[in-house]
Each structure stands twice: as C-alpha cells, then as structure tokens.
C-alpha cells in the first residue's frame, strides 16, 4: 500500500512525452551472424607453426607427452593452413606410431625381465633395452629433421610411420 498522496508505480520510471515528439522507437533485437571460417595463415605463421609441431614430439624430455602438443597444435590450426594440417597428420601418425611401438619393446622387455631368473630372459631383455634406446635416438632426430624441413617450407614424412591418419 502507498501512503496517502503518493502513487504506486509500478517498474521503471518513463519520461514523460514533450508536445510534438514521440517516443523512441524500441530497439530492434540483434542476432549475432555465425562466425566464418577462420582466416588463413601467412606463408610465416605456417612454416612456424608446421616447425612447432615437429618439435613438441620432444616434450618428453621435459615430462609432457610429446603427443599432447602436436594434437594441440594440429587441432587448433589446421583447418587454417593445408601445410599445418599435413605436418600435424605426420606428427600424430608418428606419435601414435612411437607409442605403439614403445608398448610392444616394453611388454618384451619385461618378459625378458621376468625370464632372466631362468637365464634364458637375456636373450629377449637386452634386445628390448636396445631397441627402446633406438626408438628414442629415432625420435629425437626425426624431430630435429622434421622441424627443419618444416621450417624450409618442404613436406616431411616419417620413417616407420604407421599412416592412421589421412
């Protein structure tokens, strides 16, 4: 209830019309227009980013999954850029490769652990600690010419590559 001489009112106060002028026009509701394709990559950008791919397969050095980073990379730019999305398939198509392979010289190797106890485990242990010693020398070279050529703006293919990814 409103006191004596007072007006409820109810919500926002409105100005009163002048003589002769009319009320604004009420705004008209605006849609936002769905975002376009994203803008391509400079020739620069392209060759960087391609580098930066090759090189985050090293991220193991520093305890990252080197595969994180290259999906990351590929995932985010590749619809930009035909020359990040080759990079970013080749990249992946080795991690993945690399993980693979690392699996099978690991599972190996802990046969050959577990058989040494018979002397016979040796004969597959050793091998396996070989093999995975191999696998990252390959990889950390790899890498290294994968970035390089990357960076010269040349495609780059990965040897022992398991194509997953087309």
Request: hydrophobic fraction near 50%; charge should be neutral; glycine fraction near 10%.
């Amino acid at each position: 209830m409103a006191p004596e001489g007072v007006k409820a009112v109810s919500g926002p106060p409105r100005p009163a019309k002048l003589a002769g002028m009319e009320s604004p026009p009420e705004p008209a509701s605006v849609t936002p227009s769905p975002p376009g394709p994203p803008a391509p990559l400079r020739p620069e950008d392209e060759r960087v980013l391609a580098t930066l791919i090759h090189l985050c397969g090293l991220l193991w050095v520093v305890g990252i999954p080197g595969i994180v980073g290259v999906l990351l990379i590929w995932l985010l730019k590749r619809d930009q850029s035909t020359f990040v999305d080759y990079h970013g398939k080749e990249a992946m198509n080795f991690q993945i490769s690399l993980l693979i392979y690392s699996v099978a010289i690991a599972g190996v190797a802990m046969i050959g652990f577990i058989l040494t106890i018979v002397l016979v485990g040796f004969l597959l242990f050793i091998p396996a600690i070989l093999a995975g010693v191999a696998l990252v020398i390959l990889q950390i070279v790899t890498a290294i010419l994968g970035a390089i050529e990357a960076n010269q703006g040349r495609h780059y293919r990965y040897p022992l590559s398991i194509r997953l990814i087309h």
